[in-house]
């Protein structure tokens, strides 16, 4: 299950080439122990509930996911077809792993679940997505999140 | 993520980041990353394998236990293989309408209505057994996905069908019906047969759709049609958004 190397060397070259956003800044948070940490999902997926409005092309905003969404109800609307989509329509924890999340915070390995979970588009330009981001943040403060586990697709 | 992960930061929220794509973490230099070398669309491994994925996840996290910043990559320690095929796995429905005139829009719209249905107790399986429904990004049922789908082999269709968001333009909403339409078929296929429960690979699945079924069929012959065209929407939608890199490099499109 070896990424890039599955891929045509046009596709491998793309990815490769894309270009990316560089940043003067190197933040760096100090975090607090795992067995403390309130912990959120952060996703470039392209998902949301079924009722949700789709992502479309250069959407940089986010859905919000409760931690206790039905699993059934999650659809993708990522505008890329160039990834593997079957492991997400079998298992959501492939791609979103709140149960695991859910079940590290049930034997003590982390403090708490964050009470939502939030999916961005990963096609969209992440530089146009930083007034979202940050307004994201001022909501994951409020709810007293302070780790964001962020997952591609 | 890497520039989520930096924007995160600076408002004071410790972040670790799945990389799927090494050079891209190598570039942005976000503070945490976990290289992962899994097939894009698996950041924590297989699916319905909640030990590797736990195992991701956690090592994920243990990223926040170390001190050497402002930036490294760890290596996920796995030397897996490529997913093997699943021997043994046949095709869910041998009578697939793939030798199917697509050029005659009414039969390919019955052939593609006929594949629906006969996908449709494994697709129902497969829901049961996952309990996962990874269709409904359009709105449309999926009778209504085969008509409207099927109907941009001729002129386009002026008005969205009923039930589609009415905010959206007619090749948006081709977009999210061929999505579901790819869903359909992609999720039936992981229910196996209705007598066995062979889970295909991804790559298995994948090919099947794209090279034995009359819906795969039709979006090809879309594609064909409109990107090309001066319809932006469609040109883009159908030139860009609906068929594989893989699959158009692998039919020689």
Known sequence: MVSMNNLTEHYQKLLGDLECPNFDSEPWVKPVPLSERRVTVISSAGIHDRDEVPFKGGDVGYRTIPSNANAKDIVMSHVSVNFDRTAFQQDLNAIFPIDHLKDMAADGTIGSVATDHYSFMGASDPVKMEDEVRELAKRLLGDKVDTAVLIPV | ?253
């Open chain 2, 1 to 253: 993520m890497s520039a989520l992960g930096h924007f995160l930061e600076e408002e004071g929220i410790a972040t670790t980041i799945i990389s799927l794509i090494r050079v891209h973490s190598e570039k942005v230099r976000p503070p945490r990353s976990l290289f992962v070398p899994f097939e894009l669309g698996r950041p924590l491994g297989a699916p319905n394998d909640p030990a590797m994925q736990k195992q991701v996840l956690k090592a994920a996290l243990d990223l926040l236990d170390r001190d050497d910043g402002p930036s490294f990559i760890e290596d996920f320690d796995y030397d897996g293989a490529y997913q093997e095929p699943t021997e043994d796995w046949q095709n869910p429905a041998a009578d697939m309408a793939v030798d199917t005139d697509v050029s005659d829009m009414a039969a390919a719209r019955a052939a593609v209505r006929t594949e629906v249905a006969a996908l449709r107790p494994l697709y129902d399986k497969a829901v049961a057994q996952s309990g996962r429904d990874p269709v409904g990004t359009s709105g449309l049922a999926m009778e209504q996905i085969a008509d409207y789908v099927t109907a941009f082999l001729g002129e386009p269709p002026e008005s969205p069908p009923d039930g589609a968001r009415a905010d959206i333009s007619v090749a948006m909403i081709l977009r999210y019906a061929a999505d579901d339409l790819t869903a359909f078929y992609l999720h039936a296929t992981s229910a196996g047969s209705l007598t066995r429960d062979l889970t295909p690979s991804s790559v298995q699945q994948t090919d099947w759709f794209w090279q034995q079924t009359a819906a795969a069929k039709v979006l090809i012959a879309l594609r064909a049609k409109w990107m090309d065209s001066d319809n932006t929407g469609l040109k883009t939608v159908c030139g860009r958004f609906m068929i594989p890199h893989m699959q158009i490099h692998g039919l020689g499109l």
